[in-house]
């Protein structure tokens, strides 16, 4: 089955900078669209960044644009999010979530991906 594990989470002050990884398994990772998406406390979920399956095309919110980078590694399958200049309004559970196939339609949408992972808390202090 597919799974989907994020770590580097923590807590880190604010300017500071962190890695997110997710490492998946049970699915063909090159051939999949990957996200990170975050739910703050009290919040909706909401949509941080997405890639494609060779890395070709990448979106960020504009929230974090300029700021955090996913990229990913294929032959690790793995995906990762570079977060940088880290703000206390990033505070949140960051989730990887995954999407079979080519297609980037509506990939900002929690909605587009068929698995998700369990989380990993990312706490910055002002």
């Known amino acids: 089955q597919v799974q989907l594990v994020e770590s580097g989470g923590g807590l880190v002050q604010a300017g500071g900078s962190l890695r997110l990884s997710c490492a998946a398994s049970?699915?063909?990772?090159?051939?999949?669209?990957m996200g990170w998406f975050r739910q703050a406390p009290g919040k909706e979920r909401e949509f941080v960044a997405r890639i494609s399956g060779y890395g070709t095309f990448t979106f960020h919110a504009e929230s974090v644009k300029g700021r955090f980078t996913i990229s990913r590694d294929n032959a690790k399958n793995t995906v990762y999010l570079q977060m940088n200049s880290l703000k206390p309004e990033d505070t949140a559970v960051y989730y990887c979530?995954?999407?079979?196939?080519?297609?980037?339609?509506?990939?900002?949408?929690?909605?587009?991906?068929?698995?998700w992972g369990q989380g990993t808390q990312v706490t910055v202090s002002s």
């Open positions: 979530a995954a999407r079979p196939g080519a297609s980037l339609a509506n990939s900002s949408y929690e909605g587009a991906y068929n698995y």
């Open positions: 049970g699915l063909t990772f090159s051939s999949t669209v």
